[in-house]
T-cell receptor, first 116, second 116 residues
Framework: NAGVMQNPRHLVRRRGQEARLRCSPM?????VYWYRQLPEEGLKFMVY????????ESGMPKERFSAEFPKEGPSILRIQQVVRGDSAAYFC??????????????FGSGTRLTVV | AQTVTQSQPEMSVQEAETVTLSCTYD???????LFWYKQPPSRQMILVIR??????QNATENRFSVNFQKAAKSFSLKISDSQLGDAAMYFC?????????????FGQGTILTVHP
């Protein structure tokens, strides 16, 4: 079991470009969570998805950010028209149906987005 | 809304000594879970220990133990016989229990330095 896989590990984008971050949950996990970590800060919840459904996006900025978790393939966090303030580490975590994160998630290693 | 506070931005300890990291939280819920995560320079989020609020017994995992004071809403982490590999950022996290999904609320983190 390869764990939660995130790619790319590092991503550099110029202001105004689009960033696409991918997350493949652990095998058998159908719940995916995205978190953002700004420099010198803790992780902030962004969005919670199950297959083909967004369950809670209360932490997502209202504009430019979107997430999906299709029936097939990885979950995608998409940031359109990136700005310098989007520079951060973005983490994905997953949990199985029977657990719902009660025993703590399995986190990926994160994608560090740098906007230049 | 639930909040988690880590009042120690940085802590240091000598190898083989004991250190305690502090965490307080605010919630109106009676059923919840608390976690400590370790984030080394690799950025990987590693679950160290978890505590269920309805259990009075403090959780222990090898050299790691917690002091859970539910009335005071305090959840400190004690690391005994500190090792160089314990050096990392440590995050305290909270999750509502019951049947709700697994959104985690994190504290700001404490950087732990271990001196040889």
């Amino acid at each position: 079991n390869a764990g939660v896989m995130q790619n790319p590990r590092h991503l550099v984008r110029r202001r105004g470009q689009e960033a696409r971050l991918r997350c493949s949950p652990m095998k058998g996990h159908s719940h995916v969570y995205w978190y953002r970590q700004l420099p010198e800060e803790g992780l902030k919840f962004m969005v919670y998805l199950q297959k083909e459904n967004i369950i809670d996006e209360s932490g997502m900025p209202k504009e430019r950010f979107s997430a999906e978790f299709p029936k097939e393939g990885p979950s995608i966090l998409r940031i359109q028209q990136v700005v310098r303030g989007d520079s951060a580490a973005y983490f994905c975590a997953s949990s199985p149906d029977r657990d719902r994160g009660t025993y703590g998630y399995t986190f990926g290693s994160g994608t560090r987005l740098t906007v230049v | 809304a639930q909040t988690v506070t880590q009042s120690q931005p940085e802590m240091s300890v000598q190898e083989a000594e004991t250190v305690t990291l502090s965490c307080t939280y605010d919630t109106s819920e009676s059923d919840y879970y608390l976690f400590w995560y370790k984030q080394p320079p690799s950025r990987q989020m590693i679950l160290v220990i978890r505590q269920e609020a309805y259990k009075q017994q403090n959780a222990t995992e090898n050299r790691f133990s917690v002091n859970f004071q539910k009335a005071a809403k305090s959840f400190s982490l004690k690391i005994s016989d500190s090792q160089l590999g314990d050096a990392a950022m440590y995050f305290c996290a909270y999750k509502v229990g019951g049947t709700s999904y697994g959104k985690l609320t994190f504290g700001q983190g404490t950087i732990l330095t271990v001196h040889p």
